[in-house]
Structure formats: C-alpha cells, structure tokens
C-alpha cells in the first residue's frame, strides 16, 4: 500500500520504522548533493538527501541566516528533474514534513532546500568542524570509537 503524503508517495514497513518516500529534485540540487557530478550514483545522492534532511533539522535552533526557507522563493514550484527514493526513519521524516507544514512550503520546496542547504555546509568546512566537535564530546563522555 502506497498513501499519500503530500504530494510525495510513502511506502511503509509493517513491523519497521523504516519506510521508503520518493522525493524529486531539481538537476541543480542532485549535482549538489552528488558533489557536482553530472551522473552521481542514485544510492549515494539518496543517502546524501538523507543526511541532508537530518543536517537541516538538526540546525532548526541554530538562527543561521540561511536556514529557513527563502521568503521570495515561497510560491515557486521545484523542478522535478531526478527522483531519489531514500529509505528513511519514519519519526525523521514526520519531523520533515512538519517543519515543511510549520514554514508553509511543499516538503518537495522544503527538500530542495534542504539540499543545497547541506551543500552550502559542506562547502563552508561546517561539517568537518561538526564532526570534530562531536569526536571531542564522544571522548569527554567515554565513548570514543575504538
């Protein structure tokens, strides 16, 4: 059984949390996404859409200019270019798509947004300085990898 989420299809697992959404980008916010690769790997730019989404909700609370979604783009309809099926948490994407409601955009606006958000991050050096961040925390708590 597929329902309708929006307007992006959602295929839950009975016994799982894990369900499979089908979300369309623009080619501009897949070759973000693939590192600029004109002919990046579907899996890999789903995981990176995945990590996107999770990237983006995670700086909900950071009062980063460029985190909420664009006033003079709100309106506007998102290209639908290349269709990533990711295979995603379902609380993750609950969470998605109520902040897409909670700013009034498409969670296809809000996803495209997400993005090039995570591509601007990682070309801004913000991730490297993430992950070192959360090293140095996993160490003062006792849990650094093996």
């Given amino acids: 059984m597929t ?3 929006g307007e ?3 295929q839950t697992f009975e016994n799982s949390r894990q369900g499979f959404v089908s979300v369309k ?3 501009l916010a897949f070759e973000a996404l693939s590192g600029g690769a004109h002919s990046g790997s579907q899996r890999r730019v789903a995981h990176q859409m995945e990590g996107a989404i999770r990237c983006y909700l995670g700086d909900r609370d950071s009062d980063r200019p460029a985190w909420p979604y ?3 783009l709100r309106g506007s309809e998102v290209q ?3 269709e990533l099926r990711l295979s995603i948490d379902g609380e993750l ?3 998605f798509e109520a902040e897409a409601n909670r700013q009034d955009v498409s969670v296809q606006q809000l996803a495209e ?3 090039f958000y995570l591509a601007a991050e990682l070309d801004a050096g913000r991730i490297t300085q993430r992950i070192l961040d959360e090293l140095e925390s996993s160490e003062e708590k006792g849990d650094a990898p093996a």
């Fill in 93 to 95: 994407w609950r969470a």
């Fill in 113 to 115: 947004h997400a993005a």
């Fill in 70 to 72: 664009p006033a003079f």
């Fill in 8 to 10: 992006i299809a959602v």
């Fill in 25 to 27: 980008l623009s080619q």
């Fill in 3 to 5: 329902p309708k989420m």
């Fill in 80 to 82: 639908e270019d290349v």
